[in-house]
Nanobody, 115 residues
């Protein structure tokens, strides 16, 4: 059974930084492309960043230059370093494979950007 457990969210002021982590179990992590996704209040879920099994990355235009996705295959963990945070980054952040598998969603981690 696959488990994805997100952590690292919190309340941060505009311009601040957070680092999210997602620990995976039950999958052969190293061969999977992984993504970070978010759902803001009243909005549909969106893809934020993707990292391939070979560590190539791609980002949504809204976060390009501010967020960095990385992975540690030895720890079965994918990270999202977020800097220069804006109020519009407020959302629940989830990790999943890319493309998503709807059976894999975890509980997510809440990120709130507010002064």
């Amino acid at each position: 059974q696959v488990h994805l457990v997100e952590s690292g969210g919190g309340l941060v002021q505009p311009g601040g930084s957070l680092r999210l982590s997602c620990a995976a179990s039950g999958i052969i992590f190293s061969i999977k492309a992984m993504g970070w996704y978010r759902r803001a209040p009243g909005k549909q879920r969106e893809l934020v960043a993707v990292i391939s099994s070979g560590a190539r990355t791609n980002y949504a235009n809204s976060v390009k230059g501010r967020f960095t996705i990385s992975r540690d295959n030895a720890k079965n963990t994918v990270y999202l370093q977020m800097t220069s945070l804006k109020p519009e980054d407020t959302a629940i952040y989830y990790c999943n494979t890319y493309p998503v598998n709807d059976d894999y969603w975890g509980q997510g981690t809440q990120v709130t950007v507010s002064s």
